[in-house]
Structures are given as C-alpha cells and as structure tokens.
C-alpha cells in the first residue's frame, strides 16, 4: 500500500536529517521532490498545489526542538497535512429507529461493489445488527448469483427477484425488510463500464423510490484519477454521503486515497484492503497518514490484536513465558492468531519502521507454512518440551514435514533462543508496544518465526541454487 509514494517522501525526510534548522531554502528543495512524489502518485494537481503551500507555510520558521533533527519537524508537519487533507474521520453509520436503515452502494462495473456490499455486511452483523442484503445489480451477468452465494458464505439473508425492474426489486426489498423486522438493508445496485445517461438515471430512480439513509460510492482505488472523477460525478447527481475505496492494499500509488476527500468533499467512509470478506476497515485519516510515511499504524494493529487475542489465554501464556516452559504448542496458538489478523506481512506492515523494510527481510508467510509443517510432525512431547529434540527426532520430523534435517534444527535452535529472550523480558520492562499489546500477541513469541523463515527461505533458494547446478548433494 502506498510503497513508491513511503519511499519518495522517506528520501527527502532523510535529505533534512542533519541540517541545523529549516530554512527557506532547504524546505523549497523537500517541497519540489514532494511535489514530483504526490503527481507521480496520480494526485489532483490542484490538491498537490494546496497541500505543498500548507506544509510550506507550516515548515517556514517552524523551530526545531533540541532532541529533534528537521527531517523529523518536517515529518510531523507533513503527517498533520496529509490527515488533514483526507479527514476528518467519519466511518460512523447512523441508524435510524424504527428501521429498517437503508444503505445504498453505487458505482462503476469493476469496482469490487458487489464484494463491498458482503463486507458491509459482515461489519455490520459483526456489530450486532440484523440484515438484509439486496441483489439489485440486474445488468452485470451472475451478480445476483454471487451475491447469494456472499451472502451463504456469511449466513446473512439476501433478497432476489426474478425481475429487470431495479426500482420495483428495491421497493420490495424494503417492504420485506420491514415486515420482518430487519434493521439494516444494504443495497446492491448496478453499475456500467463508464459514466452514462442511462446508468445516471437508473440509479436515481432507485434512490428516489426507496430514499436511502445513506449512499455510498464504491471506488476503485487503483484506477487513480478515475476514481476521483467518477466520485465527482455521481456527487452531482446523487447527493453522496461518503466514498468506499477498494483495492487499497494494491494500490502503491495512493491517488485517491489522497485526493478523493478534497475534490469531493465528501469523506472516505471505508477502505478494502484484501479479497477476503473480513477486510473492510474504517477509514482513519491520522492513521493513514502514518502508512504513507512508513510510520506504521500501530492503533489499527492493536485493536486487532484485541479483536482476535483471548485475553484469559494471553495471562496463561505470560505464565508460561516467565517459567521458561512456552513450548511449540503455544507458539502454533500465536502463528493462528496472527493469521486470523490477515497474515504476517499484513501486521509487519503496521509497525512503525518495518513495512518499508519487508522486502529487505526476505520473509513471507509461505514460510509461516513450512514452520507449521515442521511442528506438526512433531510428537506431543517433542511440542512441549523441545529440548528432547535429538539428531535422530529431527530426522524423523524433517522426514514428516518434507523438509531436510538442518531446517529442523535451525528452528529448535532459533525457539530456544526466543524463548530464553522471552523468560527475560517477562516482567514487560519493554513498555510501548510490547505493553500496549500485554493482553493479547507477543512479538517476543514470533521473532522465532520470522528468524527460522527467513533461513528457511535461503535454504531453500541454496538447495534449488544446487540443483540447477546439477549437484545432488542437499544441505
């Protein structure tokens, strides 16, 4: 997400790193890269225009703290910018009672808005309301289809008709939803390969028959200045309450992140931010910000930590770890748990100072695979106590796993070390985010993973080296 736009903006942080103050100067220099970033980035060259005079005017005299270097002022400066630029925050729903709420979800064909209208769903399901998706995409082929089986998927009822009138499928939808006492109908509606009379008409008829509470525009965040445009589009017709950007975690550009809100002016409610259904987040400008400056977002990592981590077994695994007794079983629950947060890389990326470096650390969660496979071919004893892994056990579980001895070994070794670093540190001496995250993940347990997955991973790439060299021998 927004890799080429961190590293530019990185750059010309890193070109204030060791200057005695900001100068005009210095600031006209930063201020030209950034310029080049956010265009080449496929931001409205108006938004770029205004958001580089505000840091300007900001940065000009801002006086430099003594435990500061101006590249760190102007990171500051740049991040209020940004959050300002995209806020305020705004991802509330508001319901009205008696209901049932009515959410309308427009857009173009391709823009993912079929899958936003399940993920809505689920979000709100998750939050306790009873709801009733909509099929009313009548033109695209299959779309009442797939959403049935989203809907199946979810345990969440959907409402269909045999018809090719949009607006007679949604009055009745409605007055299905309120006779049976759903609270919220989230509307599915259809979209076209571009802006057009027809669609435009369509679209308004729909919301002038059921008068939605609220309608939301689905984007693709991908398609840059497109996105932007289209968003405007429909403002003028629609009356819009907010904007739903998909794709997100594709996008290495951030041109409608960043300029949606300030073309619009209508607030990004949502972003999605992978396939599964699960991946639908609140959009938070402050922590947005910290993204596209490699700072990380911390806050969104801890609540799904929360969200995910039992806290009654997060207190029996702190036990654990200052006996010096955590064994491989508890590190599988920890494996399980981060991939119920979306993946290791998908969390790395939220810590402060690690997202930019992933490609550096040569670390993916296929790796996380093999791990398991090597643990699962372990015996229950060999789990819990790993220091009866001998020679001849790390055979027999290499054999298990499909992998060669040594793979096991680095492993054990690697667990033990973490292990001990994690009977040490028990006592939360850390602070920041280690104690942030005391009632749920332990990074301490999991820098075994990302040790033994990165040998792993060169191991494997020496074996296949080997190979194409005609060689049998295997390391």
Known sequence: MFESLTEKFNLVFRSLSGRGR????????????????LLAADVSYNVVKKFCKDVTQAAI??????????????????????????GPVDSKIYFVSPGPTIIMLAGLQGGGKTTTAAKLAKYLVDKKKRLLLVADDLKRPAAIEQLIILG????????????????????????????????????????RLHIDEEMMGEIADVANAV????????????????????????????????????????????????????????????????????????????????????????????????????????????????????GFDDFLKQINAVKKMGGMQDMLKMMPGVGSQLDDLDFDDKSIGRIEGIV?????????????????????????AGVVPNEVSGLVKTFKRSRDMMKALSGGKLGGLKALLSGGLNFDSLSAAMSAGRKIKQRSKRKRVIRRRGKIKRR
């Open 22 to 37: 900001i100068t005009e100067a210095n600031i006209s220099d930063a201020m030209r890269e950034v310029r080049k970033a």
């Open 61 to 86: 005299g801002a006086e430099v703290i003594k435990s500061l270097h101006p590249g760190q002022v102007m990171v500051k400066i740049v991040s209020d910018e940004l959050t300002r630029l995209m």
């Open 152 to 191: 199946r998927q979810l345990n969440i009822d959907v409402y269909s008709e045999e018809s090719k009138n949009a607006v007679k499928v949604a009055k009745n939808a409605v007055k299905h939803a309120r006779k049976n006492g759903y609270e919220v109908v989230v509307l599915d509606t259809a979209g």
């Open 211 to 326: 008068t939605p509470h609220q309608i939301y525009l689905v984007c693709d965040a991908m398609t840059g200045q497109d996105a932007v445009n289209s968003a405007k589009e429909f403002n003028e017709r629609l009356e819009l309450d907010g904007v739903i950007l998909t794709k997100l975690d594709g996008d290495a550009r951030g041109g409608a992140a960043l300029s949606v809100k300030a073309v619009t002016g209508k607030p990004i409610k949502f972003v999605g931010v992978g396939e599964k259904l699960d991946k639908l987040e609140e959009f938070h400008p402050d922590r947005m910000a910290g993204r596209i400056l490699g700072m990380g977002d911390v806050v969104t990592l801890v609540e799904k930590a929360h969200e995910h981590f039992d806290a009654e077994e997060a207190e029996k695994l702190q036990k654990k770890m200052a006996k010096g007794s955590f």
């Open 376 to 400: 699962h071919s372990m015996t229950l004893r060999e789990r819990r106590d790993p220091d009866t892994i001998d020679s001849s056990r790390r055979r027999r579980i290499a054999a298990g």
